[in-house]
């Protein structure tokens, strides 16, 4: 007699399907990366800048500070 249940049958299935999908997924966007480094550089270069201005206003306007960094945290995302 079998222990797995139909439904921890779908369970272990829908699990590989969704770890399957996001190996691809994976997989497309380091293509992508190793295909068109100019953008990856050009969105470090972006960060870095906003990074390196939200250390130079940290001192004086901590808030603003703070939303750049938090803008920095999000380029690439899209």
Same mark, same amino acid.
């Given at each position: ?20 999908? &996001? ?6 966007a380091l293509m992508e990366a190793l295909l068109s480094p100019g953008k990856i550089l050009g969105e470090v270069e972006q960060m870095r800048a ?21 803008? &920095? ?6």
């Amino acid at each position: 007699m079998s222990t797995l249940t139909p439904s921890s049958v779908s369970t272990v299935s829908g699990g590989l399907s969704g770890a399957l999908k &996001a190996f691809i997924g994976e997989a497309s966007a380091l293509m992508e990366a190793l295909l068109s480094p100019g953008k990856i550089l050009g969105e470090v270069e972006q960060m870095r800048a906003l990074l390196v201005a939200a250390n130079a206003a940290q001192a004086t306007d901590p808030a603003r500070a703070a939303a750049l960094r938090t803008r &920095a945290s999000r380029i690439g995302l899209n």
